[in-house]
């Protein structure tokens, strides 16, 4: 059996949920024709449920990570205010080509399209790092899977991946099997 989360973790994650419901915007056939898209941006743009999502990232986390990955480019809006909220620095996991070399690679596909993960492979020290990771949606799971493998393969140790919110039906969670999942709701 788990233990319970801390009632202000849970505080947290209802008041984010809430504003998630409230403000997430879905749209078909973008970026392609058969993808129902959700845009999260119109609920970072909300003072208030940006900070609840920032908080019910952290809190299950608190004192048990030294460094959260932001994935490029959502990701990044997310990493940096639970790295505040934590004390930690912040990683960005960065698209293939924006950092320069030596750089650690990845490769994957993802609902609409294929892309790699790169990040820098001597600048910063990642082996035995206790890292959060954290983006904005999970749908196929192939971006954060991704990141996982890659950040695995620097000697990093993945604590949990965090996502905002999960696109049911695409395997996502599934692609994750044995990594500590935090998702706030499903969209
Ligand atoms: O679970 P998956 O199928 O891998 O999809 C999820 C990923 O897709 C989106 O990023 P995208 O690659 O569109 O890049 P962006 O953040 O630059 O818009 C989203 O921000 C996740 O990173
Ligand atoms: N359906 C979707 N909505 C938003 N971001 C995504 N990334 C991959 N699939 C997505």
Redesign the pocket.
């Known amino acids: 059996m788990t233990a319970p989360e801390p009632l202000d973790a849970r505080a947290e994650v209802a008041a984010a949920v809430e504003g998630i419901r409230r403000l997430a915007r879905h749209v078909s056939d973008f970026p392609q024709p058969g993808v129902l898209f959700t845009d999260l941006t119109p609920v970072f743009a909300d003072g208030p449920a940006l900070r609840s999502i920032m908080r019910a990232l952290a809190a299950p986390v608190a004192g048990r990570v030294d460094l959260v990955a932001g994935?490029?480019?959502?990701?990044f809006l997310l990493g940096a205010g639970v790295a505040l909220e934590l004390g930690t620095g912040v990683l960005a996991v960065r698209?293939k080509g924006k950092l320069p070399p030596p750089v650690h690679g990845e490769e994957?596909a993802?609902?609409?399209g294929s892309?790699a993960l790169e990040v820098p492979a001597e600048a910063i020290e990642l082996a035995g790092r206790r890292v959060l990771v954290v983006?904005?949606?999970?749908?196929?799971?192939?971006?954060?899977r991704a990141s996982v493998d890659l950040l695995e393969r620097c000697g990093a140790i993945v604590e949990t991946v965090a996502v905002v919110a999960e696109v049911p039906g695409?395997g996502?969670r599934e692609r994750l099997d044995g990594v500590g999942l935090h998702c706030l709701t499903t969209v």
């Open positions: 994935i490029d480019a959502r990701g698209k994957y993802l609902e609409y892309a983006d904005d949606v999970l749908a196929t799971g192939g971006t954060l695409l996502g």
